[in-house]
């Protein structure tokens, strides 16, 4: 690689080439780094990783959704990257070892937190950029108590008060019934470090995982039988609880199994959805948490659309839900929600191995390429 004939000056200044090569895909990207050393320094350097990641999250350009897809070809399903223009797939994701059969746990910047179906402790957690072709393998944990039944929950997201990415496992015994235990790993530091808290060893996982602004939030069951909503900062290690929207627990207390629980960012702040199919009108209801308090947001319905579930916010603010059709397969539906326009999307959606649907969204990004 030489500079040689390859100076700002000489063509065009910084900050217009900049501002030229910003508003391309990533592939392009990784190919002109190849141009010579001056391009090279110039985009994998943490400044325009930034500046190119901010315009592609703030236009919604180059971004996707993620889905456990149902396709005609093989392998019949796997999580896919589907267009979020066009809903037409583009990539099925591969586990950077063990091929399709994969969990994913999140997808913030570009990078996607997934594992070879999340069993134990010993199950190895990657983060994936998908656009770039790099991955980072998480260190096997080292601090958490080890025992044969456990239920683990990962959840992924960044963390912009100390520009780091968090991964939060929690460990839950006997099947998910007794106390928890917890640990957070760093992607600037490199390894895990477990989290002791009273409040959270006195609690279980109930449902619902999902980080919003480096704050990690689930719904939890505590000993004598109740159900809360908690908050971690994975900066600050503060845990919080609240208290869940009476309609949210007389659903999960119902016991039932026609509720389903879905915590996600909207508009910048932390949401509960919750379907309550088959019971009465099927709607989703939304509420917002403002000043340490749950708030009504809203209610959807899709007329003639029966048993809709939440799966995900996309990058423009609409919701995904899912429904079963009489064809005996499930599809996902596109939600604007201010003006109520309905978008089918005709994307079929498959089960994973917890009998459950999941979807993401995903953009473009150079994260990792220095790395």
Sequence with gaps: ?????????????????????????????????????????????????????????????????????????????????????????????????????????????????????????????????????????????????????????????????????????????????LCSELEVYSLSTKYWKRVDNPLVKTMAWQSGNAVCNGVAYWIMQKQNGTFCFVSFDTGSEVFEEFRLPDVVLCGINSGLGNYKELIAEYKGSVCLLQSNIGRGPDLIGIWALKEQAFKALDVVLIPQRKSIYPLSFRMNNKLLVGWPCADGKNYMTSIDLEPRMVTETRVTLALDRLNDFHAYTYVESLVLLKD
């Design 1 to 177: 690689m030489s500079d040689k004939g390859c100076t700002f000056s000489e063509y065009l200044p910084e900050e217009i080439l900049v501002n030229i090569l910003v508003r391309l895909p990533v592939k392009s990207l990784v190919r002109f780094t190849c141009v010579c050393k001056l391009w090279s320094d110039l985009i994998q350097s943490s400044r325009f990783i930034g500046k190119h990641l901010h315009r592609n999250v703030t236009n919604h350009a180059h971004s996707f959704v993620i889905a456990l897809y149902e396709s005609t070809s093989k392998p019949k399903i796997s999580y896919t990257l589907l267009s979020n223009e066009t809903m037409e797939p583009c990539l099925k994701i591969k586990h950077p070892l063990s091929g399709y059969k994969i969990d994913v746990h999140g997808s913030v910047d570009g990078l996607v937190c997934l594992s070879y179906e999340l069993g134990d402790l010993d199950t190895s957690i990657y983060l994936c950029n998908l656009s770039i072709r790099k991955h980072v393998v998480l260190p096997p944990t080292s601090t958490l108590s080890r025992h044969s039944d456990v239920c683990v929950t990962v959840s992924f997201g960044f963390h912009p008060g100390l520009n780091d990415y968090k991964v939060v496992r929690m460990v839950s015994f006997n099947g998910g019934k």
